[in-house]
């Protein structure tokens, strides 16, 4: 019954012309503020989901590390039992060190990550090279693999007519308790094998070498390294696998999952994106001050009309409940030719690419799109719970008018 109140109200010609205008403004602000609201989540949700594959292809299911220091130690026993664990795919145990690389005039500091045979089992970097193999050689002929920024920045040329250059790597010792700072450094060399890209973050910092060659130059014990990484046979297990290593290795070792180990990528990501939707929503409260013109308006045409249903015996509630379905209904109209039209956009997006990203210097060439079904159900409880607060006071105006017949 309120709804068709409200139906007929909304079509019905006005005295006044403005009250008209009013509405359809106000349904025309709405629908352009959610319709705003799901394109942009749903561009960031596709920049998170491309971020997101990039990291991966570095990150691995779960790391652990140690919670004081750089290094730890492992024995067998303590190794074999994590390799026992159900949800664990592969563990590769990592050796990392800062370390100085020159190359001829060229100079360059690189996160030196010494890795061993499983490394190619849970890391994707082996499948992001573009030039040269992924090969790291041994501790005595050690090969290295580096960044497509580290590349450019030491001048390090790969070619077959050329042959393999002779790379100097520069490392600090562990443990070393003379005075001279000398002997607190060692010196290798390495030749280059090559290079991979995967995102800037990482191709700008990273040089990959056998894990053997990281220990002789910096002298960690053979059961001491600076990190597992481990390979799930299913993502969607990392809690439960993370707690069965903390209950073989205990608390003294941390175990982060692949949004832990870059939180603040993620949370730098997500606090943009509800940020965005923050700033938009002020577009739908500068709506509600339209509606509540709109609607009091509405009130002072249809003032006979309440004096009737008054008469006929209609209480307050229900006077109330005509004028607040009347709001409802000019929300309701507007966010769903908002949805509707910012997910047609968002589809022919996807299919067509249409809008593309300017600069050509992107993995990328548009801006890429994704669905997610809970930005659909917060947009358009946002609308209507502000067409809910905006209606609520017109409504009220109504419901409490005097009884006049004339």
Not at 298 to 313: H, N, R, T
Request: with cysteine.
């Amino acid at each position: 019954m309120y709804l068709n109140f409200a139906w007929r109200y909304f079509k019905a010609k006005k005295s006044a012309n403005a009250i008209n205008i009013i509405a359809w403004v106000t349904t025309g602000v709405i629908a352009f503020a959610t319709c705003c609201q799901v394109l942009v989540m749903s561009v960031y949700n596709g920049f998170e989901d491309l971020v997101k594959s990039l990291y991966s292809s570095f990150y691995t299911d779960l790391k652990v590390i140690p919670v004081t220091g750089k290094t730890f130690f492992l024995d067998l026993d303590k190794i074999n039992q994590l390799k026992k664990i159900n949800q664990i795919k592969s563990i590769s145990f990592i050796a990392e060190e800062k370390a100085l690389l020159q190359n001829g005039d060229f100079q360059s500091v690189v996160q030196l990550k010494g890795v061993d045979e499983n490394f190619t089992k849970v890391s994707g970097v082996p499948a992001k090279m573009i030039k040269g193999n992924f090969d790291l050689g041994t501790a005595s002929h050690p090969l290295l693999v580096v960044g497509s920024g580290i590349q450019n920045a030491s001048g390090i040329i790969l070619s077959n007519a050329y042959g393999q250059e002779d790379i100097a790597l520069i490392l600090p010792k562990s443990n070393v308790t003379d005075n001279d700072p000398l002997q607190s450094l060692s010196e290798g060399i390495v030749k280059p094998s090559g290079v991979f890209s995967i995102q800037q973050e990482f191709d700008n910092a990273y040089a990959l070498t056998n894990i053997d060659f990281v220990k002789q130059q910096t002298g960690l014990k053979q059961n001491e390294f600076t990190a597992a990484e481990i390979k799930l046979k299913k993502t969607e297990e990392a809690p439960s696998a993370a707690i069965a290593i903390k209950k073989i290795l205990g608390n003294s070792f941390s175990v982060q999952n692949k949004y832990q180990q870059n939180a603040n990528l993620y949370s730098t990501m997500a606090t943009e994106k509800w940020v965005i939707y923050a700033v938009l929503t002020l577009i739908l409260i500068i709506a509600a001050f339209n509606m509540i013109s709109a609607l009091t308006m509405l009130v002072l045409e249809k003032k006979q009309d309440i004096a009737i249903l008054q008469s006929m015996g209609a209480t307050k509630i229900q006077i109330k409940k005509i004028f607040l379905s009347e709001g409802l209904l000019l929300g309701s109209i507007g966010t769903i030719i908002g949805v509707f039209t910012a997910t047609l956009i968002c589809y022919l997006q996807v299919k067509f690419k249409l809008i593309k990203l300017q600069g050509g210097s992107f993995l990328i060439d548009y801006f890429p799109v994704k669905f997610i079904a809970q930005d659909f159900v917060i947009v358009i409880l946002t609308a209507m719970t502000i067409v809910l607060l905006a209606s609520w006071l017109p409504s009220t105006k109504a419901a409490n008018q005097p009884l006049e017949l004339k």
